[in-house]
């Protein structure tokens, strides 16, 4: 596009740029006239209408190139660095009408998804996740990295559901051996906790019968003349209390 910009004579471009809203017709006609005689022009449409370029200019080299690096960044553990790497390698990779490339898509997702799991991202690793999944659901990996996610969230039956169909689907010797070890350990997890919860709400059912419910918060905006605009709330509120909670913002 930025060719095509500089290929746009100055004095045209000044009028477009400077013209009113009544000016439009006129210098909007000139531009077109101007492109549709210029050879660049249909080269750039032709780009832009490509299914291999689509866009935002795909480039499945750029993209294979871009992995390479955010590969090397995540075995140096440079999780950052390796983070925009391949986010940077998913803007770039085409997607196939056919589909024929859904599994080094689905890759990227999964190896973007590790490295926010590295970084303590659960939720954004959880959304790559779930798309690699539907991307290729048939990859192992990207069922595997599901389940340990959803363990670190103690989700632990999710966990355990994701590593049964990764397990299922890894065809590895090494990888099978993995994803066992992986299962045998939250299996424990989902044990104790249950253990512990059933103890724990016994002790408590004996200890008091009945528990009464915490009452809503209630908010309301106020202003004062010294502290300006804020929230309080007419009736106490218990310590520990949740007041308030936001969605985090994610750019993927």
């Known amino acids: 596009m930025e060719r095509l910009k500089s290929a746009v004579p100055a004095e045209l471009r000044r ?7 009544a000016d439009l017709p006129s210098t909007t006609s000139r531009l077109l006239a101007f492109l549709e005689a210029l050879p660049l022009f249909r080269q750039v449409i032709g780009e832009l209408t490509d299914p291999e370029l689509a866009l935002c200019r795909k ?15 995540f075995s140096k553990r440079e999780f950052e660095q390796a983070l ?3 986010s940077q390698a998913l ?6 009408p056919d589909g024929t490339d859904a599994s080094l898509i689905a890759t990227l997702y999964v190896n973007r998804a590790s490295t926010m799991h590295k970084l303590g991202l659960l939720e954004e690793c959880l959304q790559d996740c779930d798309r690699a999944i539907s991307v290729s659901p048939n990859y192992a990996k990207a069922w595997y990295r599901r ?62 019968p009945h528990t009464e419910q915490q009452p809503k918060v209630i908010l309301e905006c106020t202003s004062t003349p010294n502290k300006g605009r804020g929230m309080t709330s007419p009736n106490d509120i218990s310590p520990a209390s949740l007041i308030h909670a936001e969605d985090p913002l994610a750019v993927v």
């Open 15 to 21: 009028a477009v740029g400077e013209g009113t809203a």
């Open 147 to 208: 389940g340990m996610v959803n363990a670190s969230f103690r989700n632990y039956s999710s966990s355990i559901h994701d590593l049964e169909v990764a397990l299922s689907m890894e065809v590895t010797s090494s990888g099978k051996s993995n994803i066992e070890q992986e299962l045998k350990l939250i299996l424990q997890k989902h044990q104790n906790v249950n253990e512990v919860g059933t103890s724990s709400s016994n002790c408590i059912n004996a200890d008091m």
């Open 59 to 73: 480039d499945k080299g750029r993209a294979a190139e871009l992995k390479g690096k955010g590969n090397a960044c």
């Open 91 to 96: 803007r770039y990779f085409p997607i196939s």
């Open 84 to 86: 925009g790497f391949y």
